[in-house]
């Protein structure tokens, strides 16, 4: 279902698998929440209508760690759908304890490499939006290749976006927010929403983690594109 220039199997990961511990908590809420509200992955296009039950903009969250700010997101947006994707046991354990516990029936979580993902489950024009808070900024040099935003990935993301559909992407690492600016910019599909950085938008809660760096100084730098009308 792929093009020629999306990322095939085989595809440099932008994350590594590390033993973490999970908690009797979170090991009880993806034994009891995974078969209700996961999303195997399968080479197949997904019905996104039919996932949900309903038409609805659908917003795909990639790597939302211990999930608070994607259920935050999806309760304070309950007219739209979110699919949200992580690898880790105890994010993806953590966000069930929340979808259980707030009642969250317009989320749906995949855990799978986010790549696999969007080039085998998501059709073209099929979202509304697409999140990327606070991907692993990969600092050292040599490793900048295990980015997640680099264009190959971007063009996807960008394909699966309908016209008017935004990207969202957010770091406090300023180097890597650079290159995120530079590889959305030169995506021919997408077109800034603003003259470079944008505002935070309201939808993107601010975490505690966020908001203590702000206080010590650190920098936050959202960056949003929309994927450019038809012609």
């Not at 994707?85 to 749906?108: A, D, T, Y």
């Not at 993107?204 to 936050?220: N, S």
Request: hydrophobic fraction near 45%; proline fraction near 8%; glycine fraction near 8%.
């Amino acid at each position: 279902m792929s093009g020629p220039d999306a990322p095939r199997a085989g595809h440099i990961r932008s994350f590594v698998l590390r033993q973490g511990r999970v908690s009797n908590a979170q090991a009880r809420h993806l034994e009891s929440g995974l078969p209700r509200w996961g999303v195997a992955y399968r080479p197949d296009l997904l019905d996104l209508n039919a996932l949900f039950g309903r038409p609805a903009p659908k917003i795909l969250e990639i790597g939302f760690g211990m999930g608070e700010t994607t259920a935050a997101i999806a309760a304070a947006r309950p007219d739209w759908d979110f699919l949200g994707i992580e690898v880790h046991s105890p994010g993806v354990g953590s966000l069930l304890k929340l979808v259980e516990q707030q009642e969250l029936r317009n989320l749906r979580i995949a855990q799978h490499d986010a790549v696999e993902v969007v080039r085998d489950m998501i059709a073209p024009a099929a979202l509304a939006g697409v999140h990327v808070y606070f991907p692993d900024p990969w600092p050292k040099k040599r490793h900048h290749k295990r980015r997640l935003i680099q264009p190959p990935f971007v063009q996807l993301l960008a394909e699966r976006l309908a016209p008017g559909g935004y990207l969202h992407c957010a770091t406090d690492w300023e180097e890597y927010a650079q290159q995120m600016l530079a590889v959305l910019s030169a995506c021919p599909l997408l077109e800034n929403t603003a003259a470079d950085y944008a505002p935070r938008p309201a939808w993107r809660v601010q975490t505690k983690f966020e908001a203590r760096g702000l206080r010590l100084g650190h920098g936050v730098w959202d960056v949003l594109f929309r994927r450019a009308p038809a012609a």
